[in-house]
């Protein structure tokens, strides 16, 4: 394993070493230490490699992350692993607002609880949180999953396109747009496989689903009154 | 009771000037459909412009350089502040952010193979990047934009610079919008969005906030690309001493300035026509702030919105700009709203040069449509010559008037060169009025 000290070798240093290793690399295991709640750890990553950050991390950690399992021992700061491409994202505490924001594919697990906006603009990612997630949560969602263990905060799901939301706890209130749908059995076996995923035993008989009533697709004035 | 005898003279009907044929219209448009005006292009009111400024020329005071055998350079390298690799362009005029959706692919193709043949760049806009443009541009700066759409590392390492898009001329504060017309299968695909949706934009970058935020994102951004990359912050003509200030703090390699003349592809005319101010307002102000940082011509700035002549790519030079970008000149040069096609024009109750109903895809010139047998009208070649040469007019006249002031290089155009036609225009530009030392505002009256 390739242990990095981040305080001493500095970011740059970091990310360039991660940029430089391809897809055939034997180097595959890091360990990432003294993190320091830097931001922008671990940006860019386009190999399957499997990184670990000992600590909590700032800003952006794990960022537009291709191919990469990475995995924070802390908290996460606003927007980790925003625009995932693919992978696994992990993080072992809280996530700060906007976790996943725009994220096209992959899995981000959020093993505590997650800020607002907390899968905003998903396009394709697969986000499983083991807590609660904050308000407006999936605003804008295009597509993929966001499932969450606790309870979700206001607006969940506000002006939400294609993608699927399921909770098992409370949901303060519904975004624009966002309604209740029915849990049909591929729905229960799709939460199944994301929750094993996501490395979560929660039972999905216990979660409701959520998703766009479509009604706000297209201009209508008799619908201004929504937002 | 007013005799109408024909014996007495009548006086003629009388407009009014509040309650115009134009406004009328609207009112009754509105009463029928209950919804606002959507449409393209950027604000069509009159306000203070480039016109209302004048070069002053060489004369006895200053001695001009030969027309037409003294060298008057045109080149400029953006993004020398960090990148690693800074941009060098040919010509100091830059084509703006237009996206695939808005335009159709043969479009923004065009104006690659343009910007290339004149040594510029092209920009992606808020739909990804496509083979077309990246094919065909030499240059190509890669917005980043709130939706996201299409966003991914590749394209931002495929990149020539980085855009970071906070706001646009024609609209600040508002997000993109494309209509579900042209949400066809590759846009929707793109997108990430079901076909035929009226889509709107976010207006606000989902995962920043503010310009501490705007600091970090553009660290995650250089550390994504290896610090190779310019990065350009666009923002609309508003508070532009301050958005300029900010986003040269933020780390902005690149300041890139848009007035409210500059277009969009849609949005509400309310919004056009009331949100943000003049380009001529901007200039100034923005090259202030620079100055009082000591980053003027470290940082560089573009100007954009109302670019339309060589003497408009030169006055914005000498109010201090490094460079001008272009969207809507470069779709007319390109072939849009052309009297050649004013039949079709007609049909859909408009004339060439007042067509801006960009978002219905119904474009007669085939440059803001998806439909492909409209888009089949446009030739890539061909108008991309014609944007190549349109730009090569632009920069011979503005070198014209360089050399008719006495300056070897367009950058060497300066404040003093100029002078302004109206008060609002001097006290905009910070100008002395034609004839006089008066600069409105300046010596506190």
Redesign the interface.
């Known amino acids: 394993m390739q242990t990095f000290d981040l305080e001493a070798e500095g970011l740059r240093a970091l990310n360039a070493s991660l940029h430089a290793l391809k897809g055939d690399t034997n180097t595959t295991a890091w360990e990432i230490i003294n993190p320091r709640g830097s931001h922008a750890i671990a940006v860019g990553v386009d190999a399957p490699l499997d990184i670990t950050v000992r600590g909590s991390t700032g800003y952006y950690c794990a960022g537009m992350n291709k191919l990469a399992t990475i995995r924070v021992a802390g908290n996460a700061g606003p927007g980790v692993a925003e625009n995932m491409m693919s992978g696994t994202v992990i993080i072992d505490g809280d996530a700060s607002q906007y976790a996943g924001a725009t994220g096209r594919g992959g899995t981000l697990v959020i093993k505590g609880n997650a800020a607002s906006r907390c899968g905003i603009s998903m396009k394709g990612i697969d986000i499983v949180v083991h807590g609660n997630v904050g308000h407006m949560s999936a605003f804008m969602a295009q597509s993929g999953n966001l499932v969450v263990c606790g309870d979700a905060g206001e607006a969940l799901g506000d002006s939400l396109y294609e993608a699927r939301l399921f909770v098992r706890g409370s949901v303060k209130s519904l975004g624009a747009d966002c309604i209740e749908k029915e849990m049909r059995p591929e729905h229960v076996e799709l939460l199944r496989d994301l929750l094993v995923r996501g490395d979560c035993d929660a039972d999905p008989s216990e979660f409701r689903r959520y998703g766009s009533a479509r009604k706000l697709y297209n201009f209508d004035i008799d619908n201004a009154s929504a937002y | 009771m007013n005799d109408h005898s024909p014996k007495i003279p009548q006086t003629l009907p009388r407009q009014s000037a509040t309650f115009t044929n134009e406004i009328n219209s609207e009112i009754r448009r509105a009463a029928a459909?209950?919804?606002y005006d959507i449409r393209g292009g950027g604000a069509k009111r009159r306000v203070p412009h480039f016109d209302d400024l004048l070069f002053l020329g060489a004369s006895v005071s200053r001695y001009p350089l030969e027309g037409y055998r003294e060298k008057c350079t045109t080149n400029v390298t953006l993004g020398t502040r960090f990148a690693k690799k800074p941009i060098e362009l040919a010509i100091p005029v830059t084509i703006a952010g237009m996206s695939f959706g808005a335009l159709s692919g043969a479009a923004k193709e065009a104006l690659g193979r343009g910007a290339t043949l004149a040594g510029t760049s092209t920009t992606t806009g808020d739909g990804g990047m496509t083979e077309e443009e990246r094919g065909h541009s030499k240059t190509l700066v890669y917005q980043v934009l709130p939706?996201?759409y299409g966003?991914?590392?590749d394209d931002?390492r495929r990149a020539d610079a980085i855009e970071v898009v906070v706001g646009q001329g024609a609209k600040p504060g508002g997000g993109g919008m494309l209509?579900?017309q042209k949400i066809t299968d590759r846009v929707a695909e793109m997108r990430?969005?079901?076909k035929?949706?009226?889509q709107r934009s976010?207006c606000r970058h989902?995962?920043?906030t503010g310009p501490d935020?705007l600091e970090?994102?553009i660290?995650?951004l250089r550390?994504?690309?290896?610090?190779e990359k310019p990065i350009y912050v666009k923002i609309g003509g508003t508070r532009p001493y301050y958005d300029t200030t900010l986003a040269v703090k933020a780390g902005a390699d690149v300041v890139v300035l848009d007035g409210m003349q500059g277009g969009t592809a849609a949005t509400q005319d309310v919004f056009i026509e009331h949100v943000g101010i003049p380009t001529l307002a901007c200039i100034r102000p923005a090259v202030q702030a620079l100055q009082d940082m000591g980053l003027h011509r470290e940082v560089q700035l573009i100007v954009s919105g109302g670019i339309r002549t060589g003497a408009d790519v030169a006055k914005a030079m000498a109010l201090g700009a490094d460079a001008v970008a272009i969207g809507t000149a470069a779709m007319v040069a390109l072939g849009d709203n052309d009297p050649h096609w004013e039949a079709e024009y007609q049909k859909l109750g408009t004339t060439a040069g007042a067509y801006d109903d960009w978002h219905e895809g119904r474009d007669p010139a085939g440059i803001t449509t998806q439909d492909p047998d409209l888009a089949a009208r446009l030739d890539p070649i061909a108008a991309g010559r014609r944007l190549r040469n349109y730009l090569s007019v632009l920069t011979l006249e503005a070198q014209t008037i360089a050399r008719a002031c006495g300056h070897n290089s367009l950058h060497n155009l300066e404040p003093e060169d100029l002078c302004a036609l109206t008060v609002e225009a001097a006290a905009m530009a910070r100008l002395p009025l034609a004839g006089t030392n008066w600069i409105p505002g300046a010596g506190g009256y």
């Not at chain 2, 550390?223 to 610090?227: A, H, M, V």
């Open positions: 459909t209950g919804i939706s996201r966003m991914n590392p931002l209509l579900g990430t969005l079901p035929g949706i009226d976010a989902p995962d920043w935020d970090i994102k660290l995650e550390e994504i690309t290896g610090w």
